[in-house]
């Protein structure tokens, strides 16, 4: 009866057929226990009961079914630890327990007496402990699947297994970063029939053994990722020409790519990221005609990209970044019409021009080719990209015209063109792209007016900093209104000059006055609203929107201040009204300093001021308060760190909704220390002070501390203070500590905080953490070896056979989370990285995670 819609309790007047021989209910939607009158009819050789949600433990009453030879109990509920009876049953030939909660280990003894064991699999359970050294004894062994389980211990001789198609031990503990853990690979020769050999993330050290090269003529994959291997990459590898998938990204291999790589003519799958590889390109790797997917990114490979590339004419994904790769993009590249996920050449030193031929890449999905040294005009044929999402050319030396057959991308929906030498105006027709969320062409040399529908009419979507000669665009942008002669397109040279010297005159005197009222009003705040935004509001106002400010609609508080939610009859919305509490030492500086940072910084990240309030309250008190927009998710904090009393499991976040939060807040800081004229430090970043709105898009919020940097050719530099420093336990840099010097490394040690507290669901200032064993320490003792134990127990789902490649990707995404957050919270403020090269890593991490 699989694959129904059947539900309820299995009955217990089922162990009345005493002559059932199989019963097979998998897939359907049965909960409760098994029912205990099954273990009643010994005449049961076939019971499979996977993919529904049973519970309770397995009785054992199971070694009662004698003739037992298939038992298949995957995905579901299923907890306690395996009976003992179990291992007594030598018929049994097939089991299956995978993704359920089963605990406790294997009894080394366990496969004495399973004589007929064909296939086993119990992936993704919380079994820990050494694999059984009887293991050896099941020679009719087929299949070995105990990926994501808590396995230690060193892989003991598996060569009796003769038979053996399918080693799995990928996610689990094994191995010791020693010279002798991959020593059983030596052992495996034996095994002739060898299809899949999955050893990803453990703690294997040590060279890979030449015996590599030895296994199964059947062999199609090897995955050794996220290990600990060193060495070179042995030439004997190369032995296994039936290979499809090669896995060995995030190692430390050493050494060049072997030229015999190119025996490899069935690869279609090719990873070697993150490693400590070097040299040039084999030309040979163009006879892998096969390939669908390669990644050598991370690496310290240089010279010219071979055109033997060319031959790659099945590839849909290619990321080359991160290298040192030199010389002109080959023109082959651009014959890979098959390229549709993605073709990173980013980060690299290429020159030359971007050919015309990139037109033919119709299917692209996704071309970054940032930061190299690549010069000339951007083709006109690019608009032919029709299916481009994600097109990324920043910080080249590409000059001309931006060409208006962008314009032609349709689903473009994040385009950078920023630090380049593009000249001219910005394409009206680009007004037209409706999906396009995020433009970026700050710091060119553009001129002309700002258009004003589309993407440009939010202007927290689009940073054009840099760029001295536009103007209009919406009242947000804060440029100059374009003179008649601008829009009108004229040449007359001195009416242009003319009114641009009235510009001139007009905004000087408006200086003026905004100076002098400055003076005058010394703890007021020059914050002025916009068409878009609400005028001014009363105390009055506020008072009616929050029922007099009552407790019931209080949201949060803090150093300076409660915010509470109201509601504006007049413009009939919700909004979040933050009261200064004035009474508290340097609340007036606190709210002239959140004026100030908000004051000219939009972004779709920042949570949005709608006015503010300068008044005297009912009782003749000062009052000043901030109107923001209302966030209904809250804060993230809520979302990390649920009340006792929150017992509902919607406030949970996936690993998707933290990355897209990460990638967010990432933005948000990138454009305050990048984005804005005068760069901004927040100071003081951590999950309260970032908020979620109805589609779990985060804003950062609470300037309270904020700093505007100077800036000196260009140059942002710290800013020194004589008052102290406050910022947050936990989330303020420790230099803060020692001085009172702010910067931008600063957001950047908060922020990596924040990623480190986003995978691994603990707080910094937890008790567990006490001088040098703070959060950061305690995250990069477990990175390589232990990270399972240390991650929030609800970001990785239990793995199925149709979900592995999916799961596989998940828990990358969740390394590279790491490494990010690790990179940005080491204690010298030199050494972290920049929140530019943090959001273009992040982005690649949440395409790679995405792209399916």
């Known amino acids: 009866m699989s694959s129904n819609n059947l539900y309820g309790r299995i009955p217990m007047e089922i162990g009345t057929l005493k002559k059932l021989e199989k019963l097979s209910l998998n897939k359907n939607n049965y909960s409760g226990e098994i ?87 119990i992936g993704g359970n919380q079994i820990s402990g050494p694999i059984p050294t009887s293991i050896s004894n099941a020679s009719s062994l087929q299949l070995f699947d105990i990926g994501y389980c808590s396995f230690v211990g060193k892989v003991s001789n598996l060569g009796n297994l003769k038979d053996l198609y399918w080693l799995n031990l990928n996610y689990n503990h094994l191995g010791s970063n020693s010279a002798l853990d991959l020593d059983f690979i030596t052992s495996l020769v034996n095994c002739t029939e060898l299809e899949s050999l999955v050893l990803s993330s453990n703690n294997f050290g040590g060279v890979l053994p030449n015996s590599i090269g030895n296994l199964s003529a059947q062999l199609t994959e090897i995955s050794l990722d996220f290990n600990q291997i060193h060495g070179t990459i042995p030439e004997t590898i190369c032995n296994n020409t039936n290979l499809i998938d090669l896995d060995l990204e995030y190692n430390h291999f050493t050494g060049f790519i072997p030229n015999s790589f190119g025996k490899f003519q069935k690869m279609q799958l090719l990873g070697l990221s993150a490693n400590n590889l070097m040299g040039e390109i084999p030309i040979s790797l163009g006879n892998l005609t096969q390939l669908v997917e390669i990644s050598i990114s991370k690496n310290m490979f240089y010279g010219k990209i071979p055109p033997s590339i060319g031959n790659w004419q099945n590839l849909l994904y290619l990321d080359f970044s991160g290298n040192n790769f030199s010389g002109a993009i080959p023109v082959e590249v651009f014959s890979l019409s098959s390229l549709s996920t993605n073709l990173n050449l980013s980060h690299n030193s290429l020159n030359g021009t971007l050919p015309v031929e990139v037109g033919a890449l119709g299917n692209l999905g996704t071309l970054d080719i940032s930061n190299n040294s690549l010069s000339g005009q951007i083709p006109m044929t690019i608009g032919k990209c029709t299916r481009m999402e994600y097109l990324d050319l920043h910080g080249n030396s590409f000059s001309g015209m931006i060409p208006s057959s962008i314009a032609s991308l349709k689903g473009l929906s994040h385009l950078d063109l920023s630090r380049n030498n593009l000249s001219g105006s910005i394409p009206t027709d680009m007004q037209r792209l409706s999906f396009l969320t995020y433009l970026n062409v700050s710091f060119n040399m553009l001129e002309g007016k700002v258009p004003l529908e589309g993407v440009f009419k939010d202007a927290t979507a689009i940073s054009i900093v840099g760029n001295n000669k536009l103007c209009g665009g919406v009242l947000q942008l804060h440029l100059a209104p374009c003179p008649a002669n601008v829009m009108a397109r004229s040449n007359h040279h001195n009416l242009k000059l003319g009114i641009i010297v009235i510009c001139v005159v007009v905004c000087l005197i408006l200086l003026s006055i905004v100076v002098f009222l400055s003076k005058k009003k ?39 201040g409660s915010v509470y939610k109201g509601f504006l009859e007049s413009e009939h919305k919700f909004v979040a009204i933050k009261v200064i509490n004035l009474q508290m030492s340097g609340a007036h500086k606190s709210f002239i300093a959140e004026c100030n940072a908000l004051k000219f910084i939009r972004h779709r990240n920042l949570v949005k001021i709608l006015t503010c309030c300068s008044s005297i309250d009912y009782s003749g008190q000062e009052f000043k308060a901030l109107v923001f927009e209302y966030m209904p998710n809250g804060s993230l904090e809520k979302w990390l760190h649920p009340s006792a009393e929150i017992t509902d499991r919607l406030y949970t976040l996936d690993l998707t909704q933290r990355l897209n939060i990460v990638v967010d807040v990432a933005s948000a800081l990138h454009y305050l220390h990048y984005g804005c004229e005068q760069p901004v430090v927040h100071c003081d970043l951590k999950p309260e002070n970032v908020l979620l709105d109805d589609d779990m898009v985060a804003h950062v919020t609470d300037f309270g501390l904020a700093r505007l940097l100077s800036v000196t050719n260009g140059d942002p530099h710290n800013q020194s203070s004589t008052t102290v420093f406050k910022g947050t336990i936990g989330y303020a840099p420790p230099e803060y500590g020692m001085s009172c010097e ?65 799961t596989k990707k998940l828990t990358m995404c969740v390394f590279s989370l790491i490494r990010i957050g690790l990179a940005c919270s080491v204690e010298s403020p030199n050494e972290r990285m920049n929140m530019a090269d943090v959001t273009r890593e992040l982005n690649l991490t949440k395409d790679v995670f995405l792209q399916d």
């Open 35 to 121: 029912p205990s009158s099954i273990w009643n009819i010994s005449s049961l050789s076939i019971l499979s009961m996977g993919y529904n949600y049973l519970e309770g433990k397995i009785p054992e009453e199971i070694g009662k079914l004698k003739s037992l030879s298939g038992f298949a109990i995957g995905a579901n509920k299923l907890s306690g630890e395996l009976p003992s009876s179990l291992y007594n049953l030598s018929s049994l030939a097939i089991f299956f327990a995978a993704e359920n909660q089963f605990h406790g280990s294997l009894p080394s003894d366990m496969f004495s007496n399973l004589i007929s064991l064909q296939e086993i699999g």
């Open 742 to 806: 702010v910067s931008m490394q600063g957001d950047v040690y908060s922020f990596g905080i924040l990623v480190l507290e986003m995978v691994t669901g603990r707080r910094p200032m937890e008790e567990m953490f006490k001088d040098d064993n703070n959060l950061h320490n305690y995250v990069k003792m477990a990175y390589s070896h232990n990270l399972l134990e240390i991650m929030d127990s609800t970001l990785l789902p239990k793995q199925t056979g149709k979900e592995e490649k999916y």
């Open 522 to 560: 010394k703890r007021t705040s020059s914050l002025t609203a916009s068409t878009n935004q609400l005028s001014m509001v009363s105390y009055q106002i506020l008072h009616h929107s929050t029922q007099g400010f009552s407790t019931s609609n209080l949201i949060g508080s803090g150093s300076f």
